[in-house]
């Protein structure tokens, strides 16, 4: 079984819905991060969250929530999604012990289209 | 601003061939160094974490560090098809977040 799972995979939406991403994982980490993938721009931190209490904005927050309902349990929300979100959102954890620390685990990904 | 800087490419290298990858970095603090690789609509995946200077072997890659100069390289050595990917480099410091490059493309040529 995968250590870091999202849902859904994929996902076609319209204009000013709202949509919730959701990631888990196994691994047992209390980090957790969100990106977005555009091509040409490479991996782009939306949010991260270093414990259960903890929530941080990354470089490109707008337009975003988060919630960490649990050490395995990290969502990502867009409020009313608009065209330019659409993307490919990954969801990450790390364990900051220990060598090899912040070294990321992907989960596979969600396809994202708004239209 | 951290930044993480890589040239996009394409890089084309024949097969069997040494591939060259180059990343420099802003902060001089930065501390944990990370190249991974990302198949098209593909996950990254770790290939090699380097923490002081030199270089570091694993199989057929060897990261390569130079804090003195901001660099971290990443050599492939015989290049396979299944070597054709885009790269991201990766940095951080201390315990806190990553900052990723936009990665470089290589195409191995058969």
């Known amino acids: 079984d995968a250590d870091v799972t999202q849902t859904p995979r994929n996902r076609i939406t319209k204009t000013g819905k709202r949509i919730m991403l959701e990631c888990s994982q196994t691994k047992g980490h209390d980090r957790m991060y969100w990106y977005r993938q555009d091509p040409g721009l490479g991996l782009r931190l939306i949010y991260y969250?270093?414990?259960?209490?903890?929530?941080n904005k990354g470089e490109i927050s707008d337009g975003y929530s988060v919630s960490r309902q649990a050490q395995a349990k990290f969502s990502l929300s867009l409020e009313s999604a608009i065209p330019n979100q659409t993307a490919l959102y990954f969801c990450?954890?790390?364990?900051?012990?220990?060598?090899?620390?912040?070294?990321?685990?992907f989960g596979p990904g969600t396809r994202l289209l708004v239209l | 601003q951290k930044e993480v800087e890589q040239n996009s490419g394409p890089l084309s290298v024949p097969e069997g061939a040494i591939a060259s990858l180059n990343c420099t970095y802003s902060d001089r603090v930065s501390q944990s160094f990370f190249w991974y690789r990302q198949y098209s609509g593909k996950s990254p995946e770790l290939i090699m974490s380097?923490?002081?200077?030199g270089d570091k072997e694993d199989g057929r890659f060897t990261a390569q560090l130079n804090k003195a100069s901001q660099y971290v390289s990443l050599l492939i050595r015989d290049s396979q098809p299944s070597d054709s990917a885009t790269y991201l480099c990766?940095?951080?410091?201390?315990?806190?977040?990553?900052?990723f490059g936009t990665g470089t493309k290589l195409q191995v040529i058969p």
């Open positions: 990450a954890t790390s364990d900051p012990m220990g060598q090899g620390a912040e070294t990321q685990y």
């Open positions: 380097i923490y002081s200077n």
């Open positions: 990766a940095v951080t410091e201390g315990y806190q977040k990553v900052t």
């Open positions: 969250s270093f414990d259960v209490k903890d929530i």
